[in-house]
């Protein structure tokens, strides 16, 4: 496993009860949990992961997976929301993703 990088710890401060977010998903949190995700490795290969609208999309080297943010099926709590849509974006893309609580990681 790869270190992509650190978790934002600053991003909870975005979550729906202590910033304003009307879309109900908590766009700005995912905006700011998922921004150090995009990284570019010595060897060249680029990871990179991006939100449009309820869609996230990871992209590690040649490999692309999406995944959505579902609130009704999975919860209504932004993180773990955010957390499955990340794990179906990298399931799709064939890659293994870990989060812990400080760090990120990937292996592809």
Known sequence: MI???????EAKEKLPQF???????GVHFVDAF????NVKFDD???VSCKRKGLKITLTAGTKKGEGLLRRIAVSTD????LIAALQE??????????????????EF
């Open 89 to 106: 974006a990298a399931e799709n893309a064939e890659i293994k993703l870990e989060i812990t609580a400080s760090e990120i990681f990937m």
């Open 44 to 46: 060249g290969t680029q």
């Open 78 to 81: 932004p993180k773990i929301m």
């Open 34 to 37: 998922i921004k150090p995700m």
């Open 3 to 9: 270190k992509i990088c650190d978790v934002n710890i």
């Open 19 to 25: 910033f304003v977010d009307k879309s109900g998903i």
